[in-house]
């Protein structure tokens, strides 16, 4: 019922158009993620941080999207997002996860290919698709702190030497997006994209995507661009409804009543994530 990445990606690249991948955390953003991609006939990855897997319990959000592909009758892709330690991802894959990243962009080039190649070697045995980083981002996602000046952008010719040594399924790239949301527009180098795409054949992934402008990302997918990361953008829309949904009613207490305004919200933003990818109708 859980399925690696590799297929949905490769069809996207062909297909000119890219997969949303949405950071969950919960039944409420697995629910919505799901109805949502159904409802538009979207290939959809549900990714998790080692912080949503370990305040979730990685038994419980398997077990959700083990439901979930009962009810929809379909596959899913379950995500290792940013995960840094080896024996972690191996403890995951063998709980039926078929889908890693391994973020070894805060080591140097060497040690980076070195930890990738080790879990490429392993996760390949259990049928589990695998994505690293090259360069790195800026901002903030969940435990993952990176000072602005520390990021730094992806050199097209390391690129090539990165997935042909490593043996990776898909390759994720610095252009100038970070993780949150951004100060000022964030401004993407859209000819290194272009090199990079021009000179690596694996799927590119695009971090960083919320607070994006919708022209940026479409124009990312249009130079190659096959996986759009969205988390922040989820998190506001979830949290701002809420909090005014407890404006308007103080007294409030059930959490079947002040959620659902929550996820409403994400289903918002799904939705227009899905568009900008342009991946409606694809599944
Ligand atoms: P945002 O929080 O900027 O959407 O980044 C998401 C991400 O890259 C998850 O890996
Ligand atoms: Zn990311
Ligand atoms: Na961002």
Known sequence: FLVSSREMLHKAQLGGYAVPA????????????????????????????????????????????QEAAKRYKTPIALHLDHHESFSDIQKKVETGIKSAMIDGSHFNFEENIDLVKKVVSFCHGWDCSVEAELGRLGGQEDDLIVDEKDAMYT?????????????IDSLAIAIGTAHGMY???????FDRLGMIRSKVEVPLVLHGASGVPDADVRRCIELGITKVNVATELKIAFSDAVKQYFIENPKANDPRH??????????????EKINVCGSAGKL
């Open 22 to 65: 949405f950071n969950i955390h919960n039944l409420e953003t697995v629910q919505v993620v799901l109805e949502t991609a159904t409802e538009m006939a979207s290939p959809v990855i549900l990714a998790g941080t080692p912080g949503t897997y370990s305040y979730a319990g990685t038994d419980y959000l398997v077990g959700i999207c």
């Open 155 to 167: 050199d097209p010719d390391a690129a090539v030497e990165f997935v042909n040594r490593t043996g």
């Open 183 to 189: 100060k000022e527009e964030p401004r993407l180098d």
């Open 258 to 271: 002040y959620i659902v305004p929550g996820k409403e919200a994400m289903k918002k933003v799904v939705m």
